[in-house]
């Protein structure tokens, strides 16, 4: 029996329950990619507004989600986050056991964190009714028109640093019409995008697109016209059941899924890598110990033949090589062929080159 309260916890016969606090948005892209790993994992926590100074004070940034774990210890990224909750709460797991199954969850968190940011921020910020909606939908979410408004213009200032322009969004759109269509495809076939289990590649993908296609109006018809697997997959991974759910792959990939990751070879992986290259370049010369800003300097790739010109982000290289590390695990021969045959050997082969490191919630080189 309750027998008092504790601020955020309970006193349970001097048992102390503080459940994990939790700080997201539900329009928000890595808000909504932490919330189903909570669920999945069935971890007592409560979800709150995000406070941004108490953010900003105590992690440095300003970026949701957040939580705030039962010793009163704030953390800062999705995917740290996910990490973390995998190592208190051991089962269920969203990292599964073969290597070639995790190796693929950090290359399908690596496109939807990093890529599919292209096709969510396009989606929510370039359709101008979706953008109109967004700014209503902000203002009733803060309770104020103003603070509305200014979160509308900080988050769509960002597509141009992105590389969303009116030159680019024709290779974009082409893009999302080829994945939306193999989604659907895969997705009518396997529950879950590596078999019967949910998975971290889950929690990742289903971040933009259900934050973003799926809750803004104009991508949210579309989906439910065209693509009502995907949907159905966006409400599974929502409310996942852990104990209705089989195993994952285990390697053995069906033809459905291999057509989703040949996408990402052709139009992500060049894109991700481009920003490792201009990375390397700005790190030559820099002392070690020197955090990294958000940016440095140009990227450029291309998309589908046309040129894409945006902000060299080096967070995209050390999720690079946390996918590098989890390949780098698989020991049969055929697996690592397999994923190299369906993402380009370019991503897999080459070695580590740039010395970067996470230090708190920021990066900054390190010695080779
Ligand atoms: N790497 C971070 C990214 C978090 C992030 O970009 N969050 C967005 C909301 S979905 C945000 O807070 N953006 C604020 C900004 O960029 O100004 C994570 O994985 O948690």
């Keep these: 029996m309750a027998t008092g309260s504790t601020g955020f916890g309970y006193v349970m016969g001097g048992f102390v ?5 939790f700080m997201g948005v539900d329009r928000s892209h890595f808000s909504a990619k932490l919330r189903p790993a909570l669920r999945y994992k069935q971890i007592h926590y409560v979800e709150y507004p995000p406070d941004w100074e108490e953010i900003q004070r105590r992690t440095g940034a300003n970026f949701i989600p957040v939580v705030v774990d039962p010793g009163g210890e704030m953390h800062q990224d999705s995917t740290e986050i996910i990490d973390l909750l995998e190592e208190r709460f051991d089962e269920p797991r969203l990292l599964p056991a073969s290597p070639a199954d995790l190796a693929l969850c950090r290359l399908i968190e690596l496109y939807a964190d990093e890529f599919f940011l292209l096709v969510s921020m396009r989606t929510r910020w370039a359709y101008s009714e979706n953008a109109a909606e967004m700014r209503r939908a902000f203002a ?10 200014s979160l509308a213009d900080r988050m769509s200032s960002y597509l141009p640093m992105l590389g969303i322009t009116e030159a680019t969004m024709p290779a974009i759109d082409s893009h999302t019409d080829d994945v939306l269509e193999a989604l659907n495809r895969h997705l009518a076939k396997s529950p ?4 019967d289990r949910m998975s971290l590649a889950d929690c990742a993908l289903m971040g933009p697109l259900y934050a973003h296609l799926y809750q803004d109006r104009v991508t949210r018809k579309r989906l439910l016209d065209e693509a009502i697997e995907v949907c159905a997959w966006i409400e599974r991974c929502n409310r996942p059941v852990p104990e209705s759910m089989g195993t994952w792959f285990g390697g053995q990939y069906p033809g459905t899924l291999r057509e989703v990751l040949s996408l990402v070879g052709r139009d992500a992986v060049p894109h991700v890598l481009a920003h490792e290259e201009a990375l390397v370049g700005w790190v030559a010369g ?10 440095v300097g140009e990227c450029k790739s291309e998309l589908r033949g046309l040129r894409i010109t945006c902000g060299a982000r080096p967070y995209v290289t050390w999720k690079i090589e946390r996918f590098r590390q989890a390949f780098d695990a698989i020991g049969s ?9 369906l993402v380009g050997g370019a991503l897999v082969s080459s070695p580590s080159k740039v010395p970067i490191a996470k230090s708190g919630n920021e990066l900054v080189v390190v010695t080779s």
């Design 286 to 295: 820099q002392q070690t110990g020197v955090p990294l800003p958000r940016v």
């Design 333 to 341: 021969t055929s697996e690592r062929g397999l994923l190299v045959a």
């Design 192 to 195: 879950f995008l590596l078999g």
């Design 140 to 149: 009733a979410f803060s309770g104020s028109v103003q603070v509305g408004e």
């Design 17 to 21: 329950n503080r459940p994990w606090i």
